[in-house]
């Protein structure tokens, strides 16, 4: 995946070199997130939080463009008492007392394809985006005994995942766009050898400059 993106980028700049009538652009957005993790029998669970991404692309088409992106899927965290989680895998709970607290976090890089839409004369415009993203999902989770000793595990798993998203812009000048959008994947993750996977969904308001 690693050299997929280089290669992208490489081609990128020949575009940038090979027409003048191309247009490259930069954006980014922040807002909200949520993983549609399984939380039953924990009793505190949050599956929203903040979440962002970052894009560049360049338009090899007059509507079309490719993109490199960066995903910041948010978080989504849980909680509960170890009196009723005993012995939890590998955590070496000691004790049945304290509580254990859980951590899944999404992050990814995206390759793909953006179409631009718009009404002629119009200041309003919108998109959408598909592509692949090699996501990777971190969960962490933290056993505390209550006498201030704890213990703590992290496992990650990378994943190559599909990526779709759409969107709208407002024009505020020639060069830069208020933009909302929404864009959805996901990732998979892995506890003491075991693998899961959440749906993401990130919902974001931000800005496009077009160069």
Known sequence: MRASFISIAAGLALLASAGASAQGYVGGGIGYSRFD???????????????????????????????????????????????LVGRVRELPLATASGTLSMKLRGTGFGLGIAYFFAPAGSDWSGVLRAGVAQNKGKLTATADYGDGSSDSMTESKRSTQPYLGFGFGFKLSPTLTLTGEADFSRIKYRFDGLEDRADTQMFSIGVRYAF
Do not use: M
């Open 37 to 83: 993790v399984d939380c039953t029998d924990i009793p505190s669970c949050d599956k929203s939080s903040v979440g962002g991404k970052l894009y560049g692309g360049w338009n090899f088409a007059k509507d079309w463009a490719a993109e490199l992106s960066y995903f910041d899927w948010g978080k989504a965290t849980g909680r509960e008492s170890l009196d």
